[in-house]
């Protein structure tokens, strides 16, 4: 069965650093995009970061670009998310997903999705 189990998250203070953790298993990772995705209260799921299957290809939303990177331990069927210079706004319950495809997008085509990991960026 497709499985992902998302952790890692936790309260920081502003300016600081978390790594996500997004394991899987029932598939291989060449098989599948593996995206990472937030949801705020009060607002919509956003899409952040993704990779491809071949985890050659990363795409990132506008905002992190520049502080958040997407990576993948194949061996361990892993996929990461470093997240550095963390803001107040980042705050969110963080999900990992697979998609349908090998090639990276951030709107359609997950069909698999982890239990979410909240992540409090707060003074």
């Known amino acids: 069965q497709l499985q992902l189990v998302e952790s890692g998250g936790g309260l920081v203070q502003p300016g600081g650093s978390l790594r996500l953790s997004c394991a899987v298993s029932?598939?291989?990772?060449?098989?599948?995009?593996i995206g990472w995705f937030r949801q705020a209260p009060g607002k919509e799921r956003e899409g952040v970061s993704c990779?491809?299957?071949?985890?050659?290809?990363?795409t990132y939303v506008d905002s992190v670009k520049g502080r958040f990177t997407i990576s993948r331990d194949k061996a361990k069927n892993t996929v990461f998310l470093q997240m550095n210079s963390l803001k107040p706004e980042d705050t969110a319950v963080y999900y990992c997903?697979?998609?349908?495809?090998?090639?990276?997008?951030?709107?359609?085509?997950?069909?698999?999705w982890g239990q979410g990991t909240q992540v409090t960026v707060s003074s």
């Open positions: 997903a697979a998609r349908a495809y090998s090639l990276c997008g951030l709107s359609t085509g997950y069909m698999y």
């Open positions: 029932g598939f291989t990772l060449d098989d599948r995009a």
């Open positions: 990779i491809t299957g071949s985890g050659g290809g990363t």
